[in-house]
């Protein structure tokens, strides 16, 4: 038994099993240098020559620069990216409040609607009569989303 065997390729499974941890590997090292550079790019504490300088480390170096990076500066990797990801929740949410202030209903669609819900027999034609005032004044605009079968959502006390 001279020979020297190598169990990984002796059996195929393992062989496999080796071949595809390898790749998985591959694609962790991958990941994880991609977030490096996006971090490094990030950070608004580090000067322009100070991300150059990373950079370059982790290009040249990648696997002592990437890692040294980690070492260094990767206590706050995961806060810079949770801040970010804040900011671009408050924006959206800012976009979502400017859209939907811009899409309250004119008093055209008020009293089309009022009209419709009259005509199924919803609503009195004095109540008509008081929600449409309303609506022309300016008091009785809807204030939140349609109530049930479509109403307006009006002043209880004017019912």
Not at 3 to 15: H, I
Not at 25 to 43: K, Y
Not at 77 to 83: K, N
């Amino acid at each position: 038994m001279n020979a020297q065997t190598y169990l990984a390729y002796d059996f195929p499974l393992l062989s496999a099993f080796w071949t595809i941890l390898w790749f998985f590997l591959w694609i962790m090292w991958f990941v994880l240098l991609f977030r490096v550079v996006l971090d490094i790019f990030r950070d608004d504490d580090l000067s322009g020559w100070a991300k150059a300088g990373w950079l370059v480390f982790c290009i040249v170096l990648p696997f002592l620069g990437v890692f040294v990076y980690v070492i260094a500066r990767g206590r706050n990797m995961g806060r810079r990216e949770m801040a970010q990801a804040r900011a671009q929740q408050e924006e959206f949410d800012s976009y979502i409040r400017e859209t939907a202030a811009d899409a309250r209903p004119s008093r055209v669609d008020e009293l089309s609607r009022l009209s419709e819900i009259r005509a199924r027999g919803d609503i009195t034609d004095e109540e008509f009569r008081r929600a449409k005032e309303l609506v022309l004044t300016g008091h009785g605009q809807s204030r939140g989303p349609a109530g049930p079968a479509g109403s307006t959502t009006l002043p209880t006390a004017d019912r």
